[in-house]
C-alpha cells in the first residue's frame, strides 16, 4: 500500500499524486522506494500511454526532508571506504529519477507552488511540464552546504540556457513560474492549480490517443538526439523506423479521421525480466 502517492488510470492515462500536503511532499527513503515501485511497474505493465505527476497543497514538493540530513540516511564521511559508498548510494538514487527519463511513456508534471531541491532533480527528468503562476524553482542544496547531486546539474543545463543554471545553483536563488516559462523550462503558466492539471490531463489524453509505440520511438529518438551528433541522431532513427514501423498502425490513424472516431491501436507489450522468464 502507498503512503506517499496515490496512483490512477483512467483511458490509458496514468496520474501519480505526491499526497503529503502536511509535510510539503518532501522525499524521504519511503518516498523513493514507493517511487520506484510505482514507475517499475508502469513500465512493464504497458497500460499506461501517458503519466502525468501532480501534487496536492501549497507546493508541489520541498525536495529531501531535512530528518534524512539529520542521521535517516548515515553519510560516513570519516573513512575512505565510507566516502565511495556515497557513489554508491546517490547512484540509486539517480537511478529513480532516471526511470522518469526512460519510462516506456512521455511524462508530463504539474507544478504548483515551491519545486524545490529534490524536486527539480525529479521535474527536470519530465517530457512536459506546466506550472502555476505562482510556482516557482529551487536549487536549496547550495542553501544546505552542498552540491545538488541526483540530476539538477546534469539536465537542468539541457532544458534552460547554462548562465540561468549557474546563478541558481550558486546562490540558491528562486526561478519564477514567469523566468521559468520565458527560458523554456516549463510549457505553460496557468492561473489555477485546477486548470493547469486541466491542461496536463488533456495533453495526456491527447499522446493517450496516438499509437502507443510511435510515442515510444518519438521518445528514444529525441534523447538520443540530445547526446549525439546530428548524422548519428539520423542514422538510430533509420534503425528505429525500420524497427518499429507499422503500416496498420498508419492506415488506422487515416481511417480514424476520415470516419470522424477515435482510431485503436495495440497496446505495449508487457515486460518480463529475464529471470522471470521460462
Known amino acids: 500500500m502507498l503512503t506517499c502517492f496515490t496512483v490512477t488510470q483512467t483511458n490509458h492515462v496514468a496520474h501519480l499524486v505526491l499526497n503529503k500536503p502536511e509535510a510539503m511532499n518532501t522525499m524521504h527513503p519511503t518516498f523513493w522506494r514507493e517511487l520506484d515501485e510505482v514507475l517499475t511497474q ?15 497543497g501549497k507546493h508541489f514538493s520541498a525536495g529531501m526532508a531535512l530528518d534524512v540530513f539529520a542521521g535517516a540516511v548515515a553519510l560516513d564521511d570519516h ?12 547512484a540509486d538514487m539517480q537511478a529513480t529519477f532516471t526511470k522518469l527519463e526512460t519510462l516506456r511513456i512521455p511524462v508530463i508534471c504539474a507544478i504548483q507552488g515551491g519545486c524545490i531541491g529534490g524536486a527539480v532533480d525529479m521535474v527536470t527528468a519530465a517530457c512536459i511540464r506546466y506550472a502555476t503562476a505562482d510556482a516557482f524553482f529551487c536549487i536549496q542544496e ?4 552542498m552540491v545538488a547531486d541526483v540530476g539538477t546539474l546534469q539536465r537542468l543545463p539541457k532544458l534552460i540556457p547554462l548562465a540561468v543554471v549557474k546563478e541558481m545553483a550558486y546562490t540558491g536563488r ?15 503558466v496557468f492561473d489555477t492549480p485546477e486548470a493547469m492539471l486541466a491542461a496536463a490531463l488533456q495533453c495526456a489524453a491527447e499522446i493517450a490517443s496516438k499509437p502507443p509505440v510511435a ?16 548524422e548519428d541522431s539520423l542514422r538510430q532513427m533509420g534503425w528505429l523506423q525500420g524497427a518499429i514501423w507499422s503500416s496498420a498502425n498508419v492506415r ?19 515486460l518480463k525480466s529475464f529471470r522471470e522468464l521460462g
Not at 510515442?215 to 546530428?230: L, P
Request: charged share 15%; no cysteine; hydrophobic share 45%.
Open 174 to 188: 528562486r526561478l519564477p513560474a514567469a523566468k521559468a516559462l520565458a527560458h523554456g523550462l516549463v510549457n505553460e
Open 79 to 90: 573513512t575512505a571506504t565510507g566516502r565511495a559508498a556515497v557513489f554508491d548510494l546517490l
Open 252 to 270: 488506422e490513424s487515416i481511417l480514424a479521421m476520415q470516419a470522424k472516431r477515435a482510431p485503436q491501436f495495440d497496446p505495449l507489450a508487457p
Open 42 to 56: 508502469i513500465h512493464r505493465e504497458g497500460t499506461a500511454r501517458a503519466l502525468v505527476i501532480s501534487s496536492t
Open 215 to 230: 510515442i515510444w520511438g518519438t521518445k528514444q529518438a529525441i534523447h538520443y538526439a540530445q547526446d549525439h551528433s546530428v
Open 142 to 145: 547550495i542553501n544546505i552546504g
